[in-house]
């Protein structure tokens, strides 16, 4: 039996998107990670001191030299690893055991469009597989993994691989009665204009509950005025998955995965478009989106009626998915 080894961006994550990003992950993986031992290690953490990389022991050894080794999705690539912690937690004297890695639905970050330093394209080039071509989540993030040297094609985020047509006309196109919105603290907050959007929620709906996706964002919307109605969600993926199965709800809000998640269960959502990924994703995919810098656009949008209309590149899908004979 073949060993097989999933880079895990969910475990010491901050954002239940990754939670969700590794469903999909090993979902989209299923009929090849039911034939092997899977094991799993984390991005987001050192997985090794440089020392035990050093004494090779069997059981490193064995990680090292897995068939294959995913890493799932994430804006894990980062164009600075010298930075004080970057999203994959990886330095020189520590990625050895994990050379060969192959990337699912990968996303570059921020400022990936400039280039890297010399250090962080020797660790990557080193660490990433040459073989395979990997997965990026978008065309940004695709530029970047070939800029690093290393072949790759856009197969969108995936977390939106099951989005099918068929599966889109499921999504209802006429408002909801009910929303769970999410919000975006940290690097995220724009308070003007999310204080707009709670009170368009507010006033459009007549249940509103919001999902606490990630660390922060509950203290976030404790911030804001006239939320003494809002219900507000358990901090987890279980509680989200619940909520979204047993209720006919739409989803508004900034978190890109909560609104993709939501779309996982047919039903109608509007990401609102605050950072690269957003708006690199419906660039190409065509989410239904709204700019926060034109969040007054919100309210003609909520009570409007809108189809799902997601645009996979399925062809790209399976080509990626036929190097493994998935």
């Not at 003007?192 to 006033?203: A, F």
């Not at 279980?238 to 739409?250: G, I, Q, R, S, V």
């Amino acid at each position: 039996m073949d060993n097989i080894l999933l880079l895990d961006t969910s475990i010491a994550t901050d954002n239940i998107g990754d939670e969700i990003i590794m469903e999909c992950t090993r979902k989209e993986l299923a009929p090849l990670l039911s034939k092997a031992f899977v094991r799993t290690l984390p991005t987001h953490v050192s997985p090794f001191h440089w020392y035990q990389v050093w004494r090779k022991s069997n059981a490193l050894m064995s990680f090292a030299n897995s068939k294959f080794k995913f890493v799932g999705g994430s804006n894990i690539l980062v164009p600075n690893l010298l930075t004080h912690y970057p999203q994959w937690n990886i330095n020189m004297f520590n990625y050895q055991p994990l050379k060969g890695c192959i990337l699912v639905g990968v996303g570059a970050g921020a400022g990936a469009e400039s280039g890297s330093n010399w250090y962080t394209r020797y660790v990557y080039k080193h660490l990433l597989n040459s073989e395979y071509f990997h997965s990026a989540r978008d065309e940004r993030s695709k530029k970047y993994m070939e800029y690093l040297g290393i072949k790759a094609i856009n197969t969108g985020c995936v977390t939106m691989w099951m989005f099918t047509s068929e599966f889109c006309k499921t999504i209802p196109t006429k408002k909801a009665d009910k929303v769970v919105f999410t919000l975006t603290a940290g690097y995220g907050t724009a308070v003007e204009q999310d204080q707009y959007m709670i009170d368009i929620l507010l006033k459009s709906y007549k249940e509103v509950y919001f999902f606490p996706q990630c660390i922060g964002d509950f203290e976030y919307l404790h911030t804001f005025k006239n939320i003494e109605q809002i219900k507000i969600l358990e901090a987890s993926k279980a509680a989200y998955d619940e909520y979204l199965t047993n209720n006919d709800t739409d989803y508004v809000g900034t978190r890109l995965h909560g609104g993709v998640y939501a779309m996982r269960h047919a039903r109608r959502a509007i990401i609102v478009a605050i950072d690269e990924r957003a708006r690199a994703i419906n660039a190409k995919n065509n989410l239904n989106c709204v700019d926060r810098n034109n969040i007054t656009e919100i309210e003609a949008m909520i009570n409007s009626d809108f189809e799902t209309n997601i645009k996979m590149d399925f062809e790209s899908i399976k080509r990626w998915k036929s190097q493994f004979c998935i």
